[in-house]
C-alpha cells in the first residue's frame, strides 16, 4: 500500500494540526491504520492507533486528551486531529498500514506495520 502524509507545518505552543494521510493499493478499510513520530535524535514511537472498523483506538499518553485518531474509509484517509500542542510534539510524524487484515486488537508495536508514508514534519514553536 502508497501512504502519503499532509498536513504538518509550523505552529506555535498550544496550537493544533490536523495531519492526513491517504492511503492507496490495498483495501483501506480492512487494516487498522497508525501514527509514528520521530524527533532528531530519538527512536520512531508510537503514537496512535485506529483498529480498521474505526471502532477502536489507542493512545501514547503523551498525546492522550491532545489528539484524536479518525478515518474515514470511504475516502481511503486517516487523520490525526492535534491539540493543545507543545514544543515537545516536535517531530516527522509518519502513518504507518497495519500488516494483518481485521486485527482483533488495534496495534501499537512498529512490527505490527508494514507500510509507511514518507513523513511530514511538525514544528512546535516555543
Known amino acids: 500500500v502508497q501512504l502519503q502524509a499532509s498536513g504538518g507545518g509550523l505552529v506555535q505552543n498550544g496550537g493544533s494540526l490536523r495531519l492526513s494521510c491517504a492511503a492507496s493499493g490495498r483495501t483501506f478499510s480492512s487494516y487498522a491504520m497508525g501514527w509514528f513520530r520521530q524527533a532528531p535524535g530519538k527512536e520512531r514511537e508510537f503514537v496512535a492507533a485506529i483498529s480498521w472498523n474505526g471502532h477502536s483506538t489507542f493512545y501514547a499518553d503523551s498525546v492522550k486528551g491532545r489528539c484524536t485518531i479518525s478515518r474515514d474509509n470511504a475516502k481511503n484517509t486517516v487523520y490525526l486531529q492535534m491539540n493543545r500542542l507543545k514544543p515537545e510534539d516536535t517531530a516527522v510524524y509518519y502513518c504507518?498500514?497495519?500488516?494483518?487484515?481485521?486485527?482483533?486488537?488495534?496495534?501499537?508495536?512498529?512490527?505490527?506495520?508494514?507500510?509507511w508514508g514518507q513523513g511530514t514534519l511538525v514544528t512546535v514553536s516555543s
Open positions: 504507518a498500514a497495519d500488516r494483518q487484515p481485521w486485527r482483533s486488537v488495534v496495534p501499537v508495536i512498529r512490527t505490527s506495520f508494514d507500510s
